[in-house]
């Protein structure tokens, strides 16, 4: 078993980490124990974990969890990309979030994680041609968790979305690889235009609580968005903007805002 186990901790050392904080938060704290079993422990994967969660919240009296369940593995079973990103999306959280200290919270108790994943699920289906299906996938996680994506949109991998409250990503939106955004985040468009309308986010990029970037703006990578903004133009790469309607206040601070998550306007040390 032990051997077993050493091999698995190879081939997968986010899972086996999780599994081991799982295992010792049973012991700590023994009335979740049912909760953990169930939401982590019993499952042989990561993706089969996820996919018990993403059926478990998003189940209700139109859909049961079953159906959910069967998607949610058909999922992950045809495209490894989704627990790639998965993975991806957990160690920025861990990394990035300093209230976050094990590799389990994310998947058991934050909405912003757990919504993240149900959105790759329902960007899955769009691209099947599953469309009334993604949707159904996209009304339920804004219903649970706060957080309406639309399937269409376009999202890279290790992506952190911080208390995820009121978070809106549009049809035509892009994000990039290592984005960091805050609650009340809206990507969005700027009237009734049906064409490409929403922004276009570079990697790395950091957007404060409560900012709106609107329009088919471009972003680019490794910029800040101070909270509160209102951006209506593009963003240089590399800069900070700031206000209403935003405007460059200065350079972005450091190299990986979104991995330092300094929100201050005199920028970030970068040297540790």
């Not at 160690?91 to 058991?108: E, G, K, S, T, Y």
Request: with cysteine.
């Amino acid at each position: 078993m032990a051997e077993t186990r050493a091999k698995v901790a190879t081939v997968d050392p986010v899972w086996t980490r999780i599994c081991d904080e799982a295992e010792a938060a049973v012991r700590d704290e023994p009335l979740l124990g049912a909760l953990i079993h169930a939401g982590l422990l019993h499952h042989p994967t990561m993706e089969r974990a996820l996919a018990y969660r993403f059926s478990l919240k998003l189940a209700s009296g139109e859909m049961s969890e079953q159906i959910l369940r069967e998607i949610a593995d058909e999922a992950y079973g045809s495209d490894p990309r989704l627990g790639q990103a998965a993975r991806a999306d957990l160690v920025a959280v861990v990394d990035r979030d300093p209230a976050c200290h094990r590799f389990l919270q994310p998947i058991l108790f934050f909405k912003g994680y757990q919504a993240l994943q149900s959105y790759r699920i329902a960007h899955w289906l769009w691209g099947q041609g599953r469309r009334d299906m993604a949707y159904f996938v996209q009304m339920r996680t804004s219903e649970m968790f706060g957080v309406d994506i639309h399937p269409a949109a376009r999202i890279g991998k290790g992506v952190m979305i911080d208390h995820a409250h009121s978070i809106v990503i549009g049809e035509t939106a892009v994000v990039g690889d290592n984005v960091s955004m805050l609650h009340s985040v809206t990507l969005g468009g700027t009237g009734k235009e049906e064409e490409d309308r929403h922004p276009k986010i570079g990697d790395g990029v950091l957007i404060g609580a409560g900012a709106k970037v609107l329009g088919n703006i471009h972003v680019g990578a490794n910029s800040r968005i101070a909270a509160g903004s209102v951006v209506l133009s593009d963003v240089p790469c590399c800069k900070t903007v700031a206000g209403v309607p935003a405007k460059i206040v200065g350079e972005a601070g450091c190299d990986q805002p979104s991995v330092k998550m300094d929100h201050r306007l005199k920028g970030c040390d970068c040297e540790d």
